[in-house]
């Protein structure tokens, strides 16, 4: 279906090709794209990814601690907006939003 204007045609390519990236990349119908950054009370990491809103943290975490391995033999706990991160639930669970900053806390109670 064709239209005689351009901006039209556009939006139509556009919706098309986000309707195929959703279906090659297993999209269900409230799955989305989320931006999110981690950072560390230490202030020695600074990781940015873009995943779906219903990943799991856990997987997050496991991404992280493969780029940060020396965090992996700590006693860690994540906080967003004021909130502990349970890291069984996913990223919507966790109330995990789009261009959120996750702190990576080190539990020091040696």
Same mark, same amino acid.
Request: aromatic share 10%.
């Given at each position: 279906?064709?239209?005689?204007?351009?901006?039209?045609?556009?939006?139509? /390519? %556009?919706?098309?090709?986000?309707? %195929?990236? *959703?279906k090659?990349?297993?999209?269900? =119908? =409230?799955e @989305?794209?989320? +931006?999110?950054?981690?950072?560390?009370?230490?202030?020695?990491?600074?990781? +940015?990814?873009? #995943?779906?809103? #219903?990943?799991?943290?856990s @997987?997050? /975490?496991? %991404?992280?601690?493969? @780029?940060y391995? @020396?965090?992996?033999? #700590?006693?860690?706990?994540?906080?967003?907006?004021?909130?502990? !991160?349970? *890291?069984?639930?996913?990223?919507?669970?966790?109330?995990?939003?789009?261009?959120?900053?996750?702190?990576? !806390?080190?539990?020091?109670?040696?």
């Amino acid at each position: 279906m064709l239209n005689n204007n351009p901006q039209i045609n556009n939006i139509i /390519e %556009l919706e098309n090709e986000i309707k %195929l990236f *959703r279906k090659y990349n297993n999209f269900s =119908g =409230g799955e @989305k794209l989320i +931006s999110i950054q981690i950072i560390s009370s230490e202030q020695d990491i600074d990781y +940015s990814l873009i #995943t779906k809103n #219903t990943e799991k943290f856990s @997987k997050i /975490e496991d %991404l992280l601690y493969e @780029k940060y391995p @020396k965090y992996v033999e #700590t006693e860690n706990y994540f906080i967003v907006n004021g909130n502990k !991160i349970n *890291r069984n639930k996913n990223l919507e669970a966790n109330n995990i939003k789009n261009n959120d900053i996750i702190t990576l !806390i080190i539990n020091n109670l040696d």
